[in-house]
């Protein structure tokens, strides 16, 4: 499988199924998308401020359900084998995502995997074993939780030092370099995992040290 990453802005998540693994994968979604869970009953957990519908759907009433929520993304969490093959397959004929949360280990071509993620805004980095051992998922996601820490504000720190030596005209290959220094400085990540970070000055020395002030010459 390879892993990509999908922009649920302003999108619709269909959950068929409210319990336990239903409601997780509400929450999941809930952070980005509008999402919607249909189900005859809901297990007594947070889900996320989805919209929740109160149906048993059969299933070939599953098309209609899909026609009307109309979801980027399906995700079949019943413990009906045939209401979720059924939810399977009326995604794939409309070319909806699927994610077929009673799988585990091997999948069809075409499915989605929903990975263990540690997010560290705007770093996102995910963990996966073909849904073969979700406690390893659990298990390295919280290893990364600790290893990630300050990597969203280098990220933005980064983004903010390429803008300011671009508009220095610095040649491309120098800005690499200048960039990469900093990033492998145990210095600036100290200082971003401080819980203070001031990157304005991390930039503001590194262009001292490397630059003539914009618009005129050292002295």
């Known amino acids: 499988m390879i892993p990509l990453l999908h922009d649920f802005t302003d999108e619709t998540v269909l959950v068929v199924g409210g319990g336990p693994v239903g409601a997780r994968k509400a929450r999941r979604f809930a952070r980005e998308a509008a999402v919607v869970v ?56 409309r070319g909806i995502l699927v994610n077929r949360a009673d799988r585990a280990g091997e999948r069809d071509a075409g499915s989605v995997v929903v990975p263990a993620t540690v997010r560290e805004d705007p770093v996102v980095v995910s963990i996966s074993t073909g849904g073969t051992a979700p406690a390893l998922s659990k298990y390295l996601r919280q290893e990364l939780e ?74």
């Open 38 to 93: 249909v189900s005859p009953d809901f297990a007594d957990r947070e889900f996320g401020g989805a919209e929740l519908i109160r149906a048993a759907p059969d299933p070939d009433e599953i098309g209609g359900w899909l026609e009307r929520v109309d979801p980027a993304l399906a995700v079949a969490a019943t413990d009906d084998e045939a209401v979720n093959d059924a939810l399977e397959a009326a995604a794939r004929d």
């Open 146 to 219: 600790e290893t990630l820490a300050g990597a969203g504000d280098m990220a933005e720190l980064c983004n903010e030092l390429r803008s300011e030596l671009k508009s220095r005209d610095v040649a491309p290959t120098r800005r690499r370099e200048i960039v990469t220094d900093v990033v492998n400085s145990p210095d600036v990540w100290t200082a971003l995992r401080s819980g203070d970070p001031n990157t304005r000055q991390v930039i503001e020395d590194v262009l001292g040290d490397e630059l003539p002030p914009s618009g005129g010459e050292r002295a």
